[in-house]
């Protein structure tokens, strides 16, 4: 019954299984990108942009905010994701800072091969001016002012939704700095997840795979049409996640590790 409730109130989706052990191809040299540091100073921040839709809801109800242009709203973040291998496509996730974060939000881009410019734990400016926030926590009253856990989205409006950043604006709006810092995942248990979490990194202090998944691969078995969905247990309290791997991911067809460890992810909600 814990497991169940528990699963069902948070719909949580894991991305990025990072148990290098079980990814043979975790390792990636990035090319020789001279970077010229840009002049921007951050004066605002993650939790600021989540507000803004918060306070947009409560005064229009409306699930998107728009941050208009020549307002000059720059945001400092840390890269959290990576496409290298696949398992991310065309999206970055970003946290406000690369140990304790408070904050996280995804943005969407017409634009592939990430990684090599933007990096896991590289430092990146936001120019928020033109684009488009959205939130769904999966509800069916969606409400981003409730407890709820869900998720915030960058990118541009196109009609009444959010869609990609187009590939000619990506330079416009992100800006790559020379610094790049070793992410610290946040040691939490699932019952302890909350809305904060998403968006970031996080390490789950004891995990392990189903029993009854054990033998399968991460997302290489007949039935996983476009991602493979296999469940993390946690033990002392049996409460479940469900970790998503694309297709697409270079390191499918591996086997689930077994035992129990820790875990590292980058956390979404679908």
């Not at 810092?181 to 904060?196: F, L, N, Q």
């Not at 247990?233 to 049996?238: A, I, L, M, S, Y």
């Amino acid at each position: 019954m814990k497991t169940n409730k528990l699963y069902g109130f948070l719909s949580f989706i894991m991305i990025a299984f990072t148990i290098t052990s079980c990814v043979e191809d975790g390792d990636f040299t990035l090319p020789n990108i001279n970077t010229v540091e840009p002049n921007i100073t951050a004066n605002t921040t993650i939790s600021a942009v989540k507000s803004a839709l918060q306070q947009e809801f409560t005064s229009n109800d409306n699930l998107i905010y728009t941050f208009r242009e020549g307002n000059n709203l720059y945001l400092e973040a840390y890269v959290v994701s990576s496409d290298a291998t696949g398992n991310f496509y065309k999206k970055l996730m970003i946290q406000d800072s690369p140990e304790n974060p408070t904050a996280g939000i995804e943005i969407i881009l017409n634009q592939t091969s990430l990684s090599e410019t933007f990096d896991v734990g590289r430092k990146v400016y936001i120019l928020l001016d033109g684009l488009s926030v959205s939130y769904d926590d999966g509800a069916f009253n969606i409400d981003p002012t409730n407890n709820v856990p869900g998720k915030y989205v960058l990118g541009t409006l196109a009609g009444d939704r959010v869609d990609d950043i187009p590939s000619t604006s990506v330079a416009k709006h992100i800006f790559r700095t020379g610094t790049v810092e070793t992410i610290v995942p946040t040691s939490v248990a699932i019952a302890d997840i909350t809305g904060a979490h998403i968006s970031t990194m996080i390490q789950l202090p004891s995990a392990q795979f189903l029993k009854t998944d054990l033998g399968k691969t991460f997302a290489g078995e007949a039935n996983d049409e476009f991602d493979g969905f296999r469940t993390i247990f946690e033990c002392e309290t049996e409460a479940t996640l469900p970790l998503q791997t694309s297709t697409f991911a270079s390191y499918k067809s591996n086997v689930l590790p077994e035992g129990r460890g820790t875990a590292s992810f980058v956390l979404s909600k679908d």
